[in-house]
């Protein structure tokens, strides 16, 4: 067991009706609020005039419009909004993008420069205005994680920026806001949560509560990402999905596991950096793609057990498992409704070479279970089309 730090600082307020508690957790921080959201869907649930309303006495400062794979120049209009109006507290409504938005917004606050050099030379995030969050859809588990992911769509770069001031102060996560979420985000976030357990279960060695505490949250993804598909209104699954997103990426899962880099989120970024495709329908398509790639005589236990214990697959040996359970997990995210291949993307290899040679700089594949060149990279997305 590896030694490790943890301290996870964000206070959740989870369930129905939390929201009332807004205009208590805003006052604690200021009365200028910079109020961040997305294309307009907290507009249609109604959320948006909810939050007017119990934030009636505060100055509200608003930035619309963040993209999914959020844009640096959301991020600078965001610092220049916070620098003009003496900005007190951030709130982010919606999903990864706006948070992480927010949390580029809180800290280029402070920083002396344009925001996207604060990203690229990684400069180290030492203050940041306090985030405060409503959760609107279950997947990147941003509402209780120090990290952030931006896009420059100048230089085809989608790069994390990390640091304990960003993680947020408060998140509130009522599932009943993720009942308008469309199904094919609901699969796609879905897909996210799992992605984010197996890259830390994937190690080269984790602990064997670690394992158990993984594989419960796993399959509670697998059980209820359909119902929540099917069923949109479904409580249960709603808040169990979204629960699982915040546990899956905050590290509470993976302490004292050897830790490695997250290989198919590292070759994903580049997918979403090209081509703004949805991360988690990115990620269905490299993943079952990644795993044939680096099955071997060494990662063929793991992938079995994962098959075993997941999806119920039986093999003769730990290889035969291993393969079934590649192929029963692409069809659990095709059932999902996901693109399973770069040809439904309309993704060509056009790219494949710059992109695998900046996916292992950028994102420390090298230091991946099976360590990966630009060269493996390539191969993978090869296998992809
Ligand atoms: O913009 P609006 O109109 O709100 O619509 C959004 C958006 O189109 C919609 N949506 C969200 N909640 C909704 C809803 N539609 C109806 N009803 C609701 N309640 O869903 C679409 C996607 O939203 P987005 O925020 O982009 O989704 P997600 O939470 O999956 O975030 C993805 C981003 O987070 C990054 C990804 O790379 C991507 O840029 N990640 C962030 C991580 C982190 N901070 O720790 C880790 C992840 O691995 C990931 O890389
Ligand atoms: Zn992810």
Redesign the pocket.
């Known amino acids: 067991m590896e030694n490790f730090e943890f301290c996870v600082p964000t206070h959740i307020l989870f369930g129905k009706g939390q929201i009332e508690k807004l205009p208590d957790v805003i006052n604690g921080f200021g009365k200028k609020v910079l109020l961040t ?6 507009k ?2 109604g959320l948006y005039d909810k939050i007017k309303e119990l934030l009636a006495d505060c100055e509200i400062f608003e930035l619309s419009g ?5 844009k640096v120049d959301s991020v600078r209009e965001g610092v220049a909004l916070c620098r003009e109006h003496n900005i007190d507290v951030i709130l982010a409504v ?7 938005c927010s ?1 580029g917004i809180a800290s280029a606050r402070y920083y002396e420069g344009d925001a996207w050099d604060m990203i690229a030379t990684r400069a180290e995030i030492t203050k940041a205005l306090p985030i405060v969050t409503v959760l ?2 279950a ?4 509402e209780a ?1 120090f ?3 931006i ?1 420059n769509p100048d230089t085809n770069e ?1 790069l994390a920026l990390n640091g304990f001031p960003l993680f947020p102060k408060v998140s509130i996560l009522d599932p009943e ?6 199904a094919k ?1 609901t699969a ?2 879905s897909i ?1 949560i799992l ?2 357990l197996m890259e830390q279960y994937f190690v080269p060695a984790s602990t064997y509560m670690n394992d158990l505490l993984v594989e419960a949250v796993m399959k509670t993804v697998v059980k209820y990402a359909p119902i929540a598909y099917k069923e949109p209104n479904n409580y249960e699954a709603r808040g169990q999905l979204m629960w699982a997103s915040t546990l899956a ?1 905050n590290a509470t899962l993976c302490n004292g596991n050897q830790l490695v880099a997250f290989s198919c ?1 590292g070759i994903e ?1 580049e997918l ?1 950096a090209y081509y703004d495709i ?3 329908v990115g990620l269905a398509i490299v993943t079952p793609r990644w795993m044939e790639y680096v099955l071997s005589d060494k990662t063929a236990p793991k992938f079995a057990r994962f098959g075993r214990e997941i999806f119920n697959v039986q093999g003769d040996n730990d290889m035969e498992s291993a393969k079934l359970t590649i192929k029963v997990l692409y069809d659990f995210f095709r059932s999902l409704g996901v693109p399973m291949s770069f040809g439904e993307l309309g993704i060509t290899s056009e790219h494949f070479e710059e992109m695998a040679h900046h996916a292992v700089e950028a994102e420390g594949l090298e230091y991946a279970l099976l360590p990966l060149t630009s060269k493996d990279v390539k191969a993978i997305y090869e296998m992809c089309l």
Not at 94 to 100: E, H, L, M, R
Not at 177 to 182: E, K
């Open positions: 959201y997305g294309g307009g869907s907290i249609k649930t963040i993209a999914p794979n959020p919606g999903g990864g993008s706006v948070i992480d949390k609107t859809i997947a990147t588990g941003s994680d990290g952030a992911v896009t989608k806001y993720t009942f308008s979420v469309p985000q796609a976030g996210d992605s984010h990426d989120h970024h979403s949805t991360h988690g």
